[in-house]
């Protein structure tokens, strides 16, 4: 990974920060990211409480001793941003560590502040769960441990399967039809709807949800989705559809978000693609490590594929499972690319993408279409910043613009102090309508560029 300096920002355009006090990235770095702090270290805890039950004692006493350093560097590193310390370099010895230490002393420089709250706000965020892999990074028993995992998207997977049930089945009868433009064009909208609403369930905003209750505010059926349709703040469908359908056979990317219901509601879109001749191929992104709690990395999406199988089997539904099965042939058959990159997991913008991750950018430039998913992604293409909502998306996705040929689309629920592209007044209306329209996840936007 390049060590590549921080793209500035246009003048008087400031980065979001845990600073300002009113912003919802002041309350995420204040109560959000400990909470999420002390979640890992009670999946930790629980864990050595199992492994006492289940393993050996010579096993136990290595595993247990790491465990107990894990968690009390989780501690520290809560305690530190709490109080505002300044934020520390990363410790370990994987690829992207220089980078991250680069870019740690340069933050004084590019932004006036190094501690929890005073960086931005992009940056510190990501930096925690870098953070949160250096911990297990540092072990000989840890290192492959998904803290995220059990507690958290496992049971909120076990909590959508009513969703993607429906949504399967969905699928199926749309395939079952041979399907004129009309036809596609009209599936289409409605996986890449759904495919949309999936990223409300992400599960760094969700921290206090009942897993098992998530089917009921999922967006799984084609008759809800008119119900949601009416919250999609900026709307550039008609636009993404036409370009889609005119691809024929092409590449698309989708730059995954969250696993559980969204990755389902992601892979029925990447399926629908392939199976309607839209894409010869789709290129799946996922990231490296446990990212932002619930983003997709290759483990989960195998742990998907077998998890749906089995819960197919479970519920006796065929349809279901041919789908499972249909998935890992994709993969195999090489019609679904899974690829990671280190990019994904720095707390770069994408304004740095060309430089920081070149081959990155010349894979990205050889795809017919982008598909950008999820909050996060959103706001590494506007670079985090204060941007009025007004802003044209053409200007708050900066040098992306010209930098990254393909065409893409950004779905997003908005879930943060960021959004571009409203009309004239629409912010106020909004506004009257809910005071938390930007961060409460209930208004998503289609946002595209080069349609
Ligand atoms: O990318 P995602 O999964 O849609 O959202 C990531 C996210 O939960 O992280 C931040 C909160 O900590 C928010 O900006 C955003 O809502
Ligand atoms: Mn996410």
Redesign the pocket.
Same mark, same amino acid.
């Given at each position: 990974m390049a060590q590549d300096k921080q793209h500035p920002l246009p003048d008087g355009i400031l980065p979001l920060r845990g600073s300002v006090t009113t912003s919802f990235a002041y309350t995420?770095i204040k109560d959000?990211m400990p909470v999420i702090l002390t979640k890992a270290i009670d999946t930790l805890t629980r864990h050595l409480h199992d492994l006492h039950l289940d393993e050996g004692p010579a096993a136990q006493s290595a595993k247990t001793a790491e465990a107990k350093e894990c968690i009390s560097t989780l501690s520290k590193l809560k305690y530190e941003m709490i109080r505002d310390r300044r934020v520390t370099y990363v410790v370990d010895n994987e690829s992207d560590a220089e980078t991250w230490n680069f870019l740690v002393d340069g933050l004084k420089e590019s932004w006036g502040g190094d501690t929890w709250f005073s960086a931005p706000w992009l940056f510190v965020?990501c930096l925690m769960y870098r953070k949160i892999q250096e911990v297990f990074n540092k072990t000989e028993n840890w290192k492959n441990f998904d803290v995220f995992a059990p507690q958290q998207k496992e049971p909120a997977f076990n909590g959508s399967v009513k969703s993607m049930i429906e949504l399967s089945k969905h699928l199926a009868n749309v395939e079952s039809k041979m399907l004129e433009r009309e036809g596609r064009s009209l599936a289409l909208r409605e996986f890449i709807q759904f495919s949309l609403w999936g990223?409300q369930t $992400?599960l760094?905003?969700l921290i206090n949800v009942n897993h098992a209750d998530m089917h009921k505010s999922q967006a799984s059926s084609a008759q809800n989705l008119s119900e949601f349709e009416k919250n999609i703040i900026v709307n550039d469908m008609d636009a993404v559809l036409e370009k889609l359908l005119n691809i024929d056979g092409g590449r698309i990317d989708i730059v995954l $978000?969250?696993a559980g219901f969204e990755l389902v509601a992601d892979l029925c879109l990447a399926d629908f693609l392939i199976s309607s001749g839209i894409a010869k191929t789709v290129m799946l992104h996922a990231k490296k490590f446990p990212w932002?709690v619930?983003?997709t990395t290759p483990r989960d999406l195998e742990w998907t594929f077998a998890a749906v199988e089995k819960k197919a089997v479970e519920v006796g539904d065929e349809g279901l499972k041919a789908r499972a099965a249909r998935w890992t042939g994709l993969v195999k058959e090489g019609k679904w690319i899974v690829k990671v990159d280190d990019f994904w997991t720095t707390p770069y913008s994408f304004w740095n993408l060309p430089t920081a991750a070149p081959e990155l950018r010349s894979s990205l430039n050889e795809s017919s279409f982008v598909i950008y998913k999820?909050?996060?992604?959103y706001?590494k293409l506007v670079y985090d910043a204060e941007w009025s909502t007004t802003t044209p998306f053409a200007t708050a996705i900066g040098p992306v613009a010209e930098t990254i040929k393909a065409p893409f689309v950004a779905l997003?629920t908005c879930?943060?102090d960021v959004a571009v592209g409203l009309k004239e007044g629409q912010e106020g209306d909004l506004k009257g309508r809910d005071s938390d329209w930007m961060v409460s996840g209930k208004y998503g936007m289609v946002q595209s560029f080069g349609c």
């Open positions: 995420t959000r965020e990223n $992400d760094s905003l $978000d969250n932002f619930s983003d999820g909050d996060l992604n706001r997003r879930k943060s």
